[in-house]
C-alpha cells in the first residue's frame, strides 16, 4: 500500500526557514519522483517542486526558486523540502505526491489526476 507521511509544517516569522518531510512507504524513491505542491485558502493546489529517481532532474516553481531546495534520502525513504526566508504568501497546506508517471513530469499534471498524495502539513507564515 502506497503511503506519503508529510510533518515539518509550523508557524514562522517572515524571513524564517523550515523543513518538510516527506516519508514513504509501499514504494521505493529509486524509481519514482515525488512532487510538493502546496494550496493555500481560497486557492487552486499548485506545484512548488519535485525532485526525480535519479536526482537529475527538479522542478521549482517561479515563486519559490532559490529559496526552496528539494532533496532525497533513499535509505530512509524520506523527501525534504527545505524552505527558506519564507514570506506570508507561502502560507498553505503542503502536500507531497507520485505517481506512475516520469521524471518531474509530475509538476505538470493536473492535481486531480495524481493518483497518491500525503495528507498534508500547515505552513503559516506572519508579516
Known amino acids: 500500500q502506497v503511503q506519503l507521511v508529510e510533518s515539518g509544517g509550523g508557524f514562522v516569522q517572515a524571513g524564517g526557514s523550515l523543513r518538510l518531510s516527506c516519508a514513504v512507504s509501499?514504494?521505493?524513491?529509486?524509481?519514482?519522483?515525488i512532487g510538493w505542491f502546496r494550496q493555500a485558502p481560497g486557492k487552486e493546489r499548485e506545484a512548488v517542486s519535485c525532485i526525480n529517481s535519479s536526482d537529475d532532474d527538479t522542478y521549482y516553481a517561479d515563486s519559490v526558486k532559490g529559496r526552496f531546495a528539494v532533496s532525497r534520502d533513499n535509505d530512509r525513504n524520506t523527501v525534504y523540502l527545505q524552505m527558506n526566508t519564507l514570506k506570508p504568501e507561502d502560507t498553505a497546506v503542503y502536500y507531497c505526491?507520485?505517481?506512475?508517471?516520469?521524471?518531474?513530469?509530475?509538476?505538470?499534471?493536473?492535481?486531480?489526476?495524481?493518483?497518491?498524495w500525503g495528507q498534508g502539513t500547515q505552513v503559516t507564515v506572519s508579516s
Open positions: 505526491a507520485t505517481d506512475d508517471v516520469m521524471g518531474c513530469s509530475i509538476a505538470r499534471m493536473e492535481p486531480k489526476d495524481i493518483e497518491h
Open positions: 509501499g514504494f521505493t524513491l529509486d524509481n519514482h519522483a
